[in-house]
């Protein structure tokens, strides 16, 4: 059984930094491709970064490049996305998402993965 467990959540100020972490268990971590969502209140969710199993090739949202990065410690099992310049637009709950395999066209679509996380927060204020 597949089991993602985010941290790092909390609250900050606008043009703060959070590190959040996703450690995974009961799956060949290595070989998953892993993604990190959003949902604000009202909102769709949104595909944010996805990394490839061997940590490379990154994508983002176009919303969050530059500023957020994606990345990955296989010997941890554990899929990490650093936030820096947060503003309160990136206010949302943040889950990380697992497959076997992710067609990179579908990168940002939540029903390409299988296994999720519950989430952490993320609050700014201005």
């Known amino acids: 059984q597949v089991q993602l467990v985010e941290s790092g959540g909390g609250s900050v100020q606008a043009g703060g930094s959070l590190r959040l972490s996703c450690a995974a268990s009961?799956?060949?971590?290595?070989?998953?491709?892993m993604a990190w969502f959003r949902q604000a209140p009202g909102k769709e969710r949104e595909g944010v970064a996805f990394?490839?199993?061997?940590?490379?090739?990154?994508y983002y949202a176009a919303s969050v490049k530059g500023r957020f990065t994606i990345s990955r410690d296989n010997a941890k099992n554990t899929v990490y996305l650093q936030m820096d310049r947060l503003t309160p637009e990136d206010s949302a709950m943040y889950s990380c998402?697992?497959?076997?395999?992710?067609?990179?066209?579908?990168?940002?679509?939540?029903?390409?993965?299988?296994?999720w996380g519950q989430g952490t927060r993320v609050t700014v204020s201005s």
């Open positions: 998402a697992a497959d076997a395999w992710v067609a990179p066209s579908r990168w940002a679509d939540a029903n390409a993965y299988a296994s």
């Open positions: 009961g799956m060949t971590y290595g070989d998953a491709y």
């Open positions: 990394i490839f199993p061997r940590g490379a090739p990154t």
